[in-house]
């Protein structure tokens, strides 16, 4: 049975740092383009960031650049998302989820898996 299940969230005040993992299950991660989506209260999910099967290419959205890094390790089935410099703006319900594709991607259509989501919340 796929599975993937995100860690890594909770409150931190602006300008802090959390790392998220994406533990996955049931498929071969290497066959996969992983990204992560965030939706806040009253706001659609928008994409993140993601990156392609062999973790060579990535995509950001605007709102995270230069402040955010995804990477993966294929061999320990886990997807990562460093948030740096956080603002309140970035305060979600983040979830990772996987494409069965070889580019990063963040279109919602894409993606066959998801996880159930952890809670990120930047507030002082």
């Known amino acids: 049975q796929q599975q993937l299940v995100e860690s890594g969230g909770g409150l931190v005040q602006p300008g802090g740092s959390l790392t998220l993992s994406c533990a996955v299950s049931g498929i071969t991660l290497a066959d996969y383009a992983i990204a992560w989506f965030r939706q806040a209260p009253g706001n659609e999910r928008e994409g993140v960031s993601s990156i392609s099967s062999s973790g060579t290419s990535t995509k950001y959205a605007d709102s995270v650049k230069g402040r955010f890094t995804i990477s993966r390790d294929n061999a320990k089935n886990t997807v990562y998302l460093q948030m740096n410099s956080l603002k309140p703006e970035d305060t979600a319900v983040y979830y990772c989820?996987?494409?069965?594709?070889?580019?990063?991607?963040?279109?919602?259509?894409?993606?066959?898996?998801w996880g159930q989501g952890t809670q990120v919340t930047v507030s002082s």
């Open positions: 989820a996987a494409a069965p594709f070889a580019v990063a991607t963040m279109r919602l259509l894409d993606f066959a898996f």
